[in-house]
């Protein structure tokens, strides 16, 4: 089985850094084989880093796209996800996705913690288009930029346990999200910090889009996720 | 008052109709500047269409910000909005929100009929994020692509006056939502023939456009909408 | 364009004031024409004084009704919404539900900040009957009575910048709404003092009712908002 | 135990009637009082009937309130609920939430069968308000004014019938509530007809009194309903 | 009438203390019966516990079944409600939705106060599952074991005082509910302490089966509670 | 790995079917163990049935349970999750949750196509807790007892393509899940026969349960699924 796991932002060190981490966790049998656009911010903090990504991943997506047998989205929002689900028949798994599902089937209730404050906003939006606010106990932000990530991780996990502590101790979770792809890796560390499973959403990732792989199941055709209609798209193509 | 009325798709005959049609309905005083962009699909048919055409209607947003009050984006799936309020003071308006609020002022319940069936889950979202299901008694499809509007108004009239009536006498609608920029000027014969008032999508943007210009508001930039972090971007700007 | 504006109290003072405010944010070529009835509770501060003065409302609308566009019910619980849209055709705006569809516009989050505490589950019944409680950060009072915004509004802005810091600090908010069209006019001083945009909703009520009009829009007579029977009401009319 | 029933309009004869049933439903050692205003509409079909009634509603609850240990509200809007509470310690029943609650209990969903087209969205209402949109399968409506149930009560059977019969073979319904107090008396008859249990409005509203007398309860005067401020409310009291 | 209170726990002193109080509470002319099944946990503090209990429960419904007119489950979770509705034609009343109904009628949000803090995931289903999280300000424990009420009762209603004044002041509450049934018989004390109303469940439970006895109505077998199927039930009857 | 995957019937025949069905779908490496309790319901067809298997497949779980990795529940309704995640450490999957969430990442609505018309409301309760009400566009029933799935296969699949051809026609359902443990297996020929791709409960429940081992996670033990409390349970254990 061939997975492509693609990061939407260009910071290569992070791109290979995720594909380290969906390797690990992956089953023996899978290839990870893991990407970033060449154009497009250094990473996703905003709506409008957000949607200079999409177009970028999505041309990612139609790349050799028969050679792969599923598509996971690295980022947090799930950016694009309904249109890479158009452009391809091949199973595609948002992080976002991934990791509530995960984090539902262990806990009754879940937090997740991400990186700058402004992200509450679009966190809290992927929450809600998943159905699952209900099981969403807080969202808490570490308050660091996405690339502090690699640059000082140290400091990301001493946030996220803070984060995770507040989030156990007055919101109600029983388990923590690691809301940034970028954060993948920092599930086992932070879990043994707080004596709660944390779901890591790169593995969360890997592992679903495995099983629908394994399921033998595509995505459907039958209306919303057909083809794009053939039509003149100017100055692109 | 300028307010700058951006059609996501790049069909100039379109944009001149809905320039039209806005400066129609505008208050005297408004001046009505209505764009498209060079790049991208003729039409916005699909999540694939509409994140190709957000990073070129995000340029013109940007191109000569200074000179304009307020923004319009003329798509009933808003596509971009919430990027548009992270780069720019002015209002922002999406003709989805707005001409579901003009529709809540008349009718306890109403319906959107748009162009193609596979929009019907892009108009729900849309629906849904707004937080106004419960208002929306059905989505009723033409099932002719958006660029009929232009080139066979005739049968999208047609196609709403049927989409209409069964939206009124099986769904529960009091009230018709057009439900594609593309079909601004024919509420007022739809509303002939239905015998109900019916919410022109370009209108609604327009007025609420003025409207919150008239009342002095600019977007909160207190965390969520605050102007996108300086950083690298590679390829772009 | 004319736009009664009916003050469902019996305070003249704070009927004119409202008149003041309205006109000073209506379009050139709007008149605005404010009212109070002559009967009834001076100020609306419990349901017991809002039901005493709905039928009172009711007069107003009807007394002249040729000579008016539109009208907009200046108290933030929109007393008697539904009844005024089954005796007029015009259309008629509620000042909470026109200040909601203006902090949507440019804030995430909002939250309304009121005068009593008893207020709140009023407030509450508001945001929820539109749907919107998923943007309403929090309900703020206070804790001063409406008249107070009268005759000592210094207090009442000094206790709106409180909760509205509280707000904006604890609760998620982005935006404030004056929940109190009592509070008319003191948004500009409270935007000043907090840092983000404060809607004022006399003037939303104001400009929605001109949006609707210069759409064309008249309350849907098809079901729900048809005239009232033709029928006895003993010792009335 | 003395129980006092307001019916909010002013046909004495439904007035009778609706006494007849509430204290043939009643326990031993209940006294019914039925009473209705002297004034307002003969029947509530509308926004505009409702809120003419209520004023007088509220003094019918004023009239020599030491004397009664309960009100009910015979009519399945609920009308002036909110405010009844603020008047009186004694706990007050809206006959709307208390058949809601009855059918909850023996069905898993229910419908809702009422008189006019019209009223649909005041029934509807009044489920959400109640929180049980999920219970509820549907909204029926037999098509007859209000007074038809005391002067025409077998062609309202006969629509109760039909209505109840689509109700529980298309819309998933399992019990039926008959949503008009003058349909009080009819629930034997129709649950003959139709084979599942049907929820009497008037039979609810004076057990659901009962229950909470009987455990000793009042209204809680913590904040919401606290009793009106003093004030002047003029040309009234 | 006789009514069949169901204590699902196995603690004879604990059945017989609500008993007592159901028998206190009830209507003259109503007899209580309490029981408690011989096997199966001496408390219901997890799904464990729970599941174990409910077997038993069904047990208890089906002895001398034509002696009763319903019957009353008195455990907060209102443990096997859907199944007791399928085994009896008798109306079936658990005391959260009783205690939830009454708590409406005088309050428009509460607060539920029960024992251990790893029940707050079962009580907060209860309330969903019953469509009422609207209404509830918040859900507090006391943190003691379910056996307490017996043993210790003065410590329990110390607990209830603390999470009671902390929901008024701090939640939103303006009624508390006592989310246990070995509570039974503390609300008036309680109410004494906070000067708000308190529900007794086991009074709301016994009082909401006179009711719906009262009403003559029955659970419905249309569908959903129709007589599970004859089969084979091996090792079982 | 190896999973034990519990049929909550007695019948045998099913057990192997599922078995056989896990087996067949899981990854290379993972060994199923297939079993069912010796005492209890020969079908699941009733919440009767439901709650005397759930103290049945609870002794299946405890039994030589250090020796697996994972357990799932194969019954669609989910039947004891919370109790099971109490008394085990390790990942425990229902294959409703599993299903629904390999549905989601495939199509933005589906619907479930279960057997006997009763359990339409079971179906909608699994649903409604899993937060995905807004997904599920229907619930169909073949109205065939479960056993029919051993027996009678062709009859099965006859219904389910009835019955998914209707919701994918009628209900807006973009994708099939079958809605009983005893289809698993039928989902290719479905496929085939709608042209849509449908979702096999037992292999989702084998691969989300080997998604979870393969993340290392387990349930979290922070509160509400810590071991039950130790105590005695009269004639148990």
């Known amino acids: ?79 694009g996800l309904d249109a890479v689900r158009e452009i391809t028949h091949k199973p595609v798994v948002g992080i976002a996705e991934a990791s509530m599902y995960a984090a539902n089937a262990i806990a009754p209730r879940w937090s997740v913690v991400t990186t700058l404050k402004r992200s509450y906003h679009m966190v809290e939006h992927a929450v809600q288009k998943a159905g699952l606010h209900d099981r969403c106990a807080s969202i808490r932000c570490v308050d660091m930029p996405v690339l502090a990530c690699e640059q000082d991780p140290s400091a990301i996990i001493k946030g996220l346990e803070e984060g995770g502590r507040l989030a156990l101790q007055q919101d109600g979770a029983e388990a923590i999200i690691l809301g940034c792809a970028g954060m993948g890796g920092m599930d086992e560390k932070l879990s043994f910090l707080l004596g709660v499973p944390c779901v890591d959403p790169v593995a969360a990732g890997i592992r679903f889009a495995e099983m629908l792989v394994g399921m033998g199941l595509q995505t459907s055709k039958w209306l919303t996720y057909r083809a794009p209609e053939v039509k003149e798209r100017k100055g692109m193509e």
């Open 1 to 79: 089985m061939r997975i492509k796991v693609i990061n939407p932002n260009t910071t290569e060190a992070m791109t290979a850094a995720i594909g380290h981490i969906a390797q690990a966790h992956a089953a023996s049998g899978t290839e990870v084989v893991a990407v970033n656009p060449a154009r497009g911010p250094i990473s996703i903090e905003s709506f409008y880093d957000e949607y200079l990504a999409i177009p970028e991943v999505l041309k990612e997506v139609q790349r050799n796209e028969s050679e792969f047998d599923a598509y996971v989205l690295a980022c947090w929002g799930d950016p």
